[in-house]
């Protein structure tokens, strides 16, 4: 059996009793280790809690040599771990579909996720348009196929989550170029990164998906003992120091509830002009009021 296991937000006791049941059934652990981080639990504390040991799955692993996780799963009990729930924001569909085809039956244990979890920020779930990622611009890649979505999200008044960059194991082109394999340092994309961001793609395309004055709700360290939400303009936020990682960010859409504005006033430096701030960007894509034909 292959099993995918959601391990929830941030504790290593964030993980189900039907995932925990299950990793003890088993004679080989991965843990996904690109896509995100379970924030309190190193890899040393997730073997003890679990009584085996973990392997760390990079990408290349899981995409390039998948068939080493699957490996005997037919006749073994194989754990795959993900931080977060296996389906929320991360694809492990092809795995599923490789084991698949040699006949491993497939269980997904599901936990909770940054999709559901960002509703604590006190906005709907409901009110939610396509979720974006926001990639580490570089001198010469500066990719932004995700202003078109948020554009998209904006015209029919809907929020728009911002899943931030994080660079686990990644090597410098100088050493890929050369084969050498040295990887860089863990980085994790801050609000004040994904804001500037923001505003320089704003200023290239010009077409007011949104302003430096729209606002925003930081989301830092959802589900841990630290978690904290800021609220502001984008251009206020390019500023804010949001601390360590895991961070995503919410751009408001038009269809913003009273109750979802008086939960984010308890988040921004000044009440008063954070409802200004909404109340003038609610102008934004407003539809002109119906008008009934005229009858002949
Ligand atoms: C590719 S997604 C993977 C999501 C994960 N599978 C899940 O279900 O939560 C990773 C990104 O989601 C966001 N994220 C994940 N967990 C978070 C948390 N606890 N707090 C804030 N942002 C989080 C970050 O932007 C991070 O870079």
Same mark, same amino acid.
């Given at each position: 059996?292959?099993?995918?296991?959601?391990?929830?937000?941030?504790?290593?006791?964030d993980?189900?009793?039907?995932?925990?049941?299950?990793?003890?059934?088993?004679?080989?652990v991965?843990?996904?280790?690109?896509?995100?981080?379970?924030?309190?639990?190193?890899?040393?504390?997730?073997?003890?809690?679990?009584?085996?040991?973990?392997?760390?799955?990079?990408?290349e692993?899981?995409?390039?040599?998948?068939?080493e996780?699957?490996?005997?799963?037919?006749?073994?009990?194989?754990? !795959?771990?993900?931080?977060?729930?296996?389906?929320?924001a991360?694809?492990?569909?092809?795995?599923?579909?490789?084991?698949?085809?040699?006949?491993?039956?497939?269980?997904?244990?599901?936990?909770?996720?940054?999709?559901?979890?960002?509703?604590?920020?006190?906005?709907?779930?409901?009110?939610?348009?396509?979720?974006?990622?926001?990639?580490? !611009? +570089?001198?010469?890649?500066?990719?932004?196929?995700?202003?078109?979505?948020?554009?998209?999200?904006?015209?029919?008044?809907?929020?728009?989550?911002?899943?931030?960059?994080?660079?686990?194991?990644?090597?410098?082109?100088?050493?890929?170029?050369?084969?050498?394999?040295?990887?860089?340092?863990?980085?994790?994309?801050?609000?004040?990164?994904?804001?500037?961001?923001?505003?320089?793609?704003?200023?290239?395309?010009?077409?007011?998906?949104? +302003?430096?004055?729209?606002?925003?709700?930081?989301?830092?360290?959802?589900?841990?003992?630290?978690? +904290?939400?800021?609220?502001?303009?984008?251009?206020?936020?390019?500023?804010?120091?949001?601390?360590?990682?895991?961070?995503s960010?919410?751009?408001?859409?038009?269809?913003?509830?009273?109750?979802?504005?008086?939960?984010?006033?308890?988040?921004?430096?000044?009440?008063?002009? !954070?409802?200004?701030?909404?109340?003038?960007?609610?102008?934004?894509?407003?539809?002109?009021?119906?008008?009934?034909?005229?009858?002949?």
């Amino acid at each position: 059996m292959l099993y995918l296991i959601g391990l929830g937000l941030s504790y290593k006791s964030d993980i189900t009793v039907r995932g925990l049941e299950a990793i003890k059934r088993c004679d080989r652990v991965y843990l996904e280790h690109y896509t995100s981080i379970l924030m309190a639990a190193s890899k040393e504390e997730l073997e003890e809690f679990y009584g085996k040991p973990v392997i760390l799955a990079d990408r290349e692993l899981v995409e390039s040599c998948s068939e080493e996780i699957i490996r005997n799963s037919d006749k073994e009990n194989v754990a !795959f771990l993900v931080v977060g729930d296996p389906f929320g924001a991360t694809t492990h569909t092809d795995l599923v579909l490789r084991a698949k085809k040699q006949n491993t039956p497939v269980e997904i244990i599901h936990n909770a996720s940054v999709m559901n979890a960002v509703g604590s920020c006190g906005l709907q779930l409901y009110n939610f348009g396509q979720t974006i990622s926001m990639v580490f !611009f +570089t001198d010469n890649w500066r990719p932004d196929s995700w202003y078109d979505k948020i554009l998209e999200n904006r015209k029919i008044g809907l929020h728009t989550l911002v899943l931030l960059d994080i660079k686990v194991k990644e090597q410098s082109i100088e050493n890929m170029a050369r084969g050498r394999l040295i990887y860089e340092p863990p980085r994790y994309m801050s609000i004040s990164e994904c804001c500037e961001q923001l505003l320089e793609i704003e200023e290239k395309r010009n077409t007011q998906a949104y +302003t430096a004055d729209t606002p925003v709700v930081a989301i830092s360290r959802l589900g841990s003992a630290t978690q +904290t939400f800021k609220s502001g303009t984008i251009e206020e936020l390019a500023t804010y120091d949001s601390g360590e990682p895991l961070h995503s960010l919410v751009i408001l859409g038009r269809q913003c509830h009273e109750l979802e504005i008086e939960y984010l006033l308890e988040f921004c430096d000044d009440r008063d002009r !954070f409802k200004q701030d909404v109340l003038k960007d609610q102008q934004f894509f407003k539809p002109a009021p119906w008008v009934p034909p005229q009858e002949e």
